[in-house]
T-cell receptor
Framework: DGGITQSPKYLFRKEGQNVTLSCEQN?????MYWYRQDPGQGLRLIYY???????QKGDIAEGYSVSREKKESFPLTVTSAQKNPTAFYLC??????????????FGDGTRLSIL | AQSVSQHNHHVILSEAASLELGCNYS??????LFWYVQYPGQHLQLLLK??????LVKGIKGFEAEFIKSKFSFNLRKPSVQWSDTAEYFC????????????FGGGTRVLVKP
């Protein structure tokens, strides 16, 4: 089955530590996205990538970094500069070649907590 | 920057009641509009979308939404809910001129009592 795989499902970070969240898709989608979900705030866009080797900051990129070296992979690093990293992180992809009215497909998410 | 507002954070209703969730957005140009649903323990999935044509769109599981351009609204409705409709619902807007990005509302948690 085609889909988006996020790992791990749960992740714990120590103060001052960088952690990387994995997102892999086998849908052959060009566009990939990272969101942060906090209660009552919906989903906020962290970073997105429309094509391999290119990515743009979203609304809340500070304290995060990404790479897009392969079409199917879009890892997110939560750096020590992110002062409030505890949240639920969602990865999504979209077939952007068919226009912006296409739906995004979401993974199951990673819940990050601070020790 | 565009914004999306969902008026109710929590809704509690009984089975067979009618449901309407409000969604308003702030951008005046061409938009694509979406409703997503997140059932407990599951990933977000698309309920329905509007991008052109008939402003009344029908989605899965008996949901529908009406795009009213003059009111910048895209309200979600279901005439008769079931216990299985318990979920969190998100409205999202794509501003066509801004490319393939979505702006989400804050979500509405719906609890349907059996």
């Amino acid at each position: 089955d085609g889909g988006i795989t996020q790992s791990p499902k749960y992740l714990f970070r120590k103060e001052g530590q960088n952690v990387t969240l994995s997102c892999e898709q086998n849908l052959n989608h060009d566009a990939m996205y990272w969101y942060r979900q906090d209660p009552g705030q919906g989903l906020r866009l962290i970073y997105y990538s429309q094509i391999v080797n290119d990515f743009q900051k979203g609304d809340i990129a500070e304290g995060y970094s990404v790479s897009r070296e392969k079409k199917e992979s879009f890892p997110l690093t939560v750096t020590s500069a992110q002062k409030n990293p505890t949240a639920f992180y969602l990865c999504a992809s979209m077939d952007g070649t068919k226009g912006s009215n296409q739906p995004q497909h979401f993974g199951d998410g990673t819940r990050l907590s601070i020790l | 920057a565009q914004s999306v507002s969902q008026h109710n954070h929590h809704v509690i209703l009984s089975e067979a009641a009618s449901l309407e969730l409000g969604c308003n957005y702030s951008y005046g140009g061409t938009v694509n509009l979406f409703w997503y649903v997140q059932y407990p323990g599951q990933h977000l999935q698309l309920l329905l979308k509007y991008f052109s044509g008939d402003p009344l769109v029908k989605g899965i599981k008996g949901f529908e939404a009406e795009f009213i351009k003059s009111k910048f609204s895209f309200n979600l409705r279901k005439p008769s809910v079931q216990w299985s409709d318990t979920a969190e619902y998100f409205c999202a807007v794509n501003v066509v001129a801004a490319g393939n990005k979505l702006t989400f509302g804050g979500g509405t948690r719906v609890l349907v009592k059996p």
